[in-house]
């Protein structure tokens, strides 16, 4: 069963505030009539999906209307790599989403990613080269 909360998946706009690439992931935790605008001024949203009944049970005690949870995939553990950073948000929502809808988000991401960042390449296809000093 889903309730009428939205959960947004997206990358967070650089700006003078934000100035590390992240993977941010929006839940409603009231229903505002301008949700969407107000987020999709902070981040490209990538994929909007309700939330389950569990999800909405925990945010009611919150007096904010959204919470929200990033992952800097630029730090450690991810450094840089993208398929690590998705991956890691999809073994997070493993419980509470299906495997169609993880599928989904994996790769509504993934394009984001790559309109939003053409000129990041993912490091998990490369190998570290040896300097030559001499």
């Known amino acids: 069963m889903e309730s009428k909360l939205r959960v947004f998946y997206g990358f967070t706009k650089l700006n003078k505030i934000s100035k590390k690439r992240e993977l941010a992931v929006f839940f409603e935790n009231q229903w505002r009539h301008n949700s969407k605008e107000w987020i999709s001024q902070r981040m490209e949203i990538a994929y909007t999906r309700f939330q389950t009944e569990d999800e909405a049970i925990d945010g009611?005690?919150?007096?904010?209307?959204?919470?929200?949870?990033?992952?800097?995939?630029?730090?450690?553990?991810?450094?840089?790599?993208?398929?690590?950073?998705?991956?890691?948000?999809?073994?997070?929502?493993?419980?509470?989403?299906?495997?169609?809808?993880?599928?989904?988000?994996?790769?509504?991401?993934?394009?984001?990613?790559?309109?939003?960042?053409?000129?990041?390449?993912?490091?998990?296809?490369?190998?570290?080269?040896?300097l030559l000093l001499f």
């Open 60 to 130: 009611k005690p919150y007096t904010r209307c959204y919470a929200k949870y990033s992952i800097f995939f630029d730090d450690k553990p991810f450094n840089g790599d993208i398929e690590k950073a998705l991956e890691f948000n999809k073994q997070s929502d493993i419980k509470n989403v299906s495997e169609n809808t993880l599928k989904e988000i994996y790769d509504a991401c993934k394009e984001t990613y790559k309109r939003i960042y053409p000129f990041f390449k993912s490091q998990l296809k490369s190998t570290p080269k040896q």
